[in-house]
């Protein structure tokens, strides 16, 4: 894909923001008897944003302005999904089993490929419980240990 | 202000810090010496959380910080944590009190105006009776202030100004249109046919700001957020919407007093959500009395210019469901609802 | 003039006291330490703290606020350095060229000019303001909504014109920041906007958040597609600037320090406004703007001054009209009152053992944290040495621990997330990032300041050109308005501006 259909589904994407926050908008009251209402500002920015995106849209059409940034693919692309994928799965087991497990199989997952096994394991355990004990302990912030499962 | 509010809510942070600091100073002297009342009932045992719907530094919140500070010595083991949590005229706090866990842990020090009056632009979950009051703690005025260069002397002088001139006469109003603060000068501009322009302003401190820049022509607020600047001379008191006089400066005329059937009086009580045990309420209201009482807050109440009003939730309720039903009226009339 | 001189000294007398120096000390390193903790700023910080003040002295418990106050935005820049997340809202802009520095192994280097620049903007503001600032702070009335409108558009503008490839890309960012700061409630009518009725969203969105998302997620998802590529980080070479470096960072620290203290004594300006003016202006007056966004020395200097040059401002206002001049200055007004002191006008004369104190105080809290972290910057600057591999999965940690201990809420954390992918697609399609950020902060500001100006209008929009101090800044805005779309239909822009990827 190049990078400038890139950009031309990024201003499609900013177009539907804009045209849905100015739906949105429309039903905060754009002007009061006493002055702009609490819809004025939304209604302009939405409104300026759509122009923008479409301006954006063309520019790219034509060729002009494109962003240089190349986009990832192949191994580097994987590499970007993995560490996405691992901080779901570090999400969802918080969600489900709490911290500590979380944190483990979240850091083993990332230290995998790096270190031995268990060298990965020992690591993850090691800086999963420190980080508890400053935040349960030091901080009092309560990470959970149990989850939705157990 | 969104990231206070959400950062408040790491009390826990706030004690293990307390903690250490207590260990590291010496001279701290306010440890609390509760005496038991009810040894039954294990309350409170973990910091209440005191939410002040408006910013830090106005009569609320210091209200709230006096609770804060003399509270624990009469409800025992209570550690009182407040949080402002400014917005709304009041909404975003009490939509947030409406909305927490009714185990007496989360409570708010709140104007009757933003539990009585903001439900009935029908955008709140809450209504006025939405609430458990707990107690009435303190009252208070409301003035229009002008700077003191200005031209208006006295009320008259004033009032002759915005009859002559119609849609002239700018003042700032804490909280936004149809707050409680523009509501006694809409319903003068009704009573005496006169027209003045309202601005919005997010709290009094901005607006006295505008007001000292000269970029609005005066503010409503309430006198004891102005009372220095007012003694200096830089601020000069024109009316009083009250239905009592200011204490402190009784010479500001009532609007009543010339004439005007208008009375915005200011009160503000501590209440919790629906729901709390009936024990809590009692010991809670029990601990509110007696601090009102202690002769160090009455001193602490003065020093602040603030009117210790105690009173019962029974009282209360009856006041908020009176000044709904008057308000309502006023903003029908005003064309502000429906 | 000589009068106030003695006062300070006998100011020296009290905070020199050895109880004063503790609160001075525990204050400045709490401070540090709550600005080193994503999430926590300095408003929450003082705030948190201000019930242990309880039992102490006034004076005492004002030197220790205020030493948490400078300490935070102090830490606020560590963290801002070392791993690319804003500490608070201040240091977004010491991100753009402070991290760079950290990936060319001049953490150490970075840290130690903050250091220094932070010391000399918070004494000198302080100085200065001490003799001078009662008057100055009358004039800072002047600033009414139409003005706060007016500063706030232009800092956003150049924020936008100086700092992408393509104004459009810019104002895309900026405008996208301006529609999430809408997100929560509407101060001035009250009205839930873009909440989809969920609870989460009524108080708006955190800026901890989206700055956590935005630049720190993005940031180990850009390094991600390359791991060769940040590889092993290049040692630490020293804490101070090279020799030939050292006129142009004192040259940007006193243009920060000039700055940050007119923005502090205006009630209302926020000190973000500071430190982007101070790299804005940094970046023009430099010979070489290309190096800008590829870790400029004077990218930090200057901006880290002006911000803290802004905080110490900032109090003038405070003690001289009574007026907070920020949402910290507000927690700290609380505080005055809470302890029977008034601010305004009487309170010099009423209570100047206090406030010469305080002032004092805040020498001695300056000198503190410089002392305290020029051993402490060898210290931070050995985390950027720790292996990329076992570093990244580190700060996702504690990203995503921050998050969550904000409001104990995974919402929160979700919520980061995605604005870690948003930040990471905008990098790739060469969106800068701070001008989405900048405008966020400054938003809601930017709407009620516009909407206060055309209530006391009578001449609708036109207001903003009926004042002169507004006239200026907004034919300013205009000019640079028209030189960026100038620039942009020529398809200069890319050959004239220095590009800064962020």
């Known amino acids: 894909m190049t990078n400038a259909k890139t950009g031309i589904i990024a201003g499609v994407a900013v177009l539907t923001l804009g045209i849905v926050s100015l739906i949105i908008s429309f039903d905060y009251g754009y002007y009061s008897e006493i002055g702009p209402g609490p819809g004025f500002f939304p209604v302009w920015i939405s409104g300026i944003l759509i122009v923008l995106a479409i301006l954006y849209i063309i520019e790219n059409l034509r060729g002009k302005n494109v962003s240089s940034e190349e986009w990832p693919a192949g191994q580097s692309l994987k590499q970007v999904l993995f560490i996405i994928m691992s901080l779901l799965v570090f999400f969802v087991l918080f969600l489900l089993a709490g911290y500590i497990v979380a944190g483990i199989v979240f850091l083993s997952m990332v230290f995998w490929k790096e270190y031995k096994w268990y060298v990965a394991v020992l690591l993850s355990a090691g800086i999963t419980l420190i980080f508890y004990v400053l935040f349960n302990h030091l901080l009092k912030v309560h990470l959970p240990i149990g989850g939705m499962l157990f | 202000m969104k990231q206070m509010g959400s950062l408040l809510k790491k009390k826990n942070l706030l004690v293990l810090i307390s903690i250490l600091l207590l260990l590291l100073s010496a001279c701290s002297n ?267 807050v009455i001193a602490e109440f003065e020093k602040v210019n603030l009117q210790i009003q105690p009173g019962d939730d029974k009282s209360v309720q009856k006041e908020l469901d009176e000044e709904n039903r008057r308000s309502k009226e006023i903003l029908t009339e005003l064309g502000l609802i429906k | 003039m000589i009068d106030s001189l003695f006062s300070l000294l006998e100011g020296f007398l009290v905070a020199l006291t050895w109880q004063n120096l503790l609160y001075c000390f525990i204050g400045v390193m709490l401070g540090m330490i709550i600005g080193i903790l994503p999430g926590l700023g300095p408003v929450s910080g003082t705030a948190l703290l201000i019930p242990i003040t309880f039992g102490m002295e006034p004076v005492s418990a004002i030197i220790m606020l205020s030493g948490i106050f400078y300490g935070s935005m102090y830490g606020g820049t560590i963290t801002s350095v070392l791993v690319n997340v804003p500490g608070e809202a201040a240091s977004v802009i010491t991100c753009i060229d402070g991290y760079e520095m950290t990936k060319q192994g001049r953490a150490g280097t970075a840290l130690g000019v903050a250091a220094i620049g932070s010391f000399i903007g918070g004494i000198v503001a302080v100085m200065v303001l001490t003799f001078v600032g009662p008057f100055l702070s009358s004039v800072a009335l002047k600033f009414g909504p139409p003005e706060f409108f007016s500063i706030m558009l232009l800092g956003m503008l150049m924020i936008v014109a100086l700092m992408g490839k393509s104004l459009i890309r810019g104002l895309i960012a900026a405008f996208i920041g301006l529609l999430l700061s809408m997100v ?120 880290e001054t002006a911000n803290n040059a802004h905080s110490g401002a900032a109090l003038i206002p405070l003690f001289s009209l009574g007026l907070p001049s920020s949402p910290t200055m507000a927690v700290i007004l609380g505080a005055f009152i809470m302890h029977g002191l008034t601010p305004g006008p009487t309170l010099f004369t009423n209570n100047p053992d206090f406030v010469w104190g305080l002032i004092a105080s805040m020498f001695i809290g300056n000198v503190m944290l410089l002392i305290l972290n020029l051993p402490l910057v060898g210290m931070w600057a050995k985390i950027a040495m720790v292996p990329y591999k076992l570093l990244f999965p580190i700060i996702l940690m504690v990203i995503f621990l921050g998050t969550y201990s904000l409001n104990g809420s995974l919402w929160d954390v979700g919520m980061m997330m995605v604005f870690g992918i948003i930040g990471y697609i905008m990098k790739k399609l060469d969106i800068p990032i701070s001008a989405m950020i900048v405008t966020f902060i400054l938003g809601s500001q930017l709407e009620s300041s516009m909407l206060q100006s055309l209530s006391i209008s009578t001449e609708g929009f036109l207001i903003f050109f009926l004042r002169p101090i507004s006239t200026v800044i907004m034919l300013i805005t205009i000019v640079v308005f028209a030189m960026s779309i100038y620039s942009t239909i020529k398809n200069k822009r890319s050959n004239l501006e220095a590009d800064v990827e962020i």
């Open chain 3, 184 to 303: 929560g409630q509407d101060i001035v009518s009250g009205e839930y906007r873009f909440t989809f009725n969920s609870f989460h969203l009524m108080e708006g969105i955190d800026f901890a958040v989206m700055a956590m998302g935005l630049f720190g997620i993005s940031e180990i998802l850009i390094n991600a597609e390359n791991p060769a590529r940040v590889g092993k980080p290049p040692k630490v070479k020293g804490l101070l600037p090279r020799r030939e470096e050292w006129p142009s960072t004192l040259k940007a620290v006193g243009r920060g320090t000039g700055i940050g203290m007119i923005l502090g004594l205006i009630p209302g300006a926020n000190s973000i406004i500071a430190s982007t003016f101070s790299y804005i202006l940094e970046k023009k007056v430099s010979k070489d703007p290309s190096r800008f966004g590829k870790g400029a020395i004077e990218g930090v200097a200057g901006p």
């Open chain 2, 30 to 296: 306010n440890e609390a010496k509760g005496n038991a009342e009810e040894p039954a009932l294990d309350y409170p045992k973990k910091p209440i959380q005191l939410i002040v719907p408006f910013a830090a530094g106005g009569s609320t919140d210091i209200g709230a910080r006096i609770l804060e500070k003399y509270l624990p010595q009469y409800l025992e083991g209570a550690k009182i944590v407040v949080v402002n949590k400014p917005g709304g005229s009041g909404t975003v706090a009490l939509s947030d009190l409406y909305a927490s866990k009714a185990d007496g842990y989360t409570l708010a020090l709140t104007t009757h105006r933003a539990v009585a009056m903001q439900p009935l632009y029908g955008k709140t979950k809450y209504s006025h009776d939405s609430f458990q009051p707990i107690a009435k703690v303190f009252g208070n005025q409301q003035i229009l202030v002008v700077r003191g260069d200005a031209p208006w002397k006295t009320f008259e002088d004033w009032f002759d100004y915005v009859k002559n001139n119609p849609g002239q006469f700018t003042f700032g109003v804490a909280g936004g249109i149809g707050s409680g603060s523009h509501l006694p000068m809409a319903e003068l501009e009704r009573l005496a046919g006169i027209k003045v322009k309202p601005v919005p302003f997010e709290g009094t401190s901005p607006a006295i700001t505008a007001l000292l820049g000269g970029h609005v022509d005066g503010v409503i607020l309430q006198p004891s957020d102005a009372k220095a600047m007012i003694e200096s001379g830089e601020l000069r008191a024109i009316f009083n919407a009250a239905s009592t006089p200011v204490p402190y400066f009784p010479d500001i005329p009532l609007l009543k007093d010339k004439g005007y059937d208008i009375a915005y009086d200011s009160n503000t009580s501590l209440l919790a959500p629906k729901g709390v045990p009936q024990e809590i309420i009692e010991k809670l209201q029990e601990a509110v009395k007696k601090t009102l009482e202690d002769p160090a």
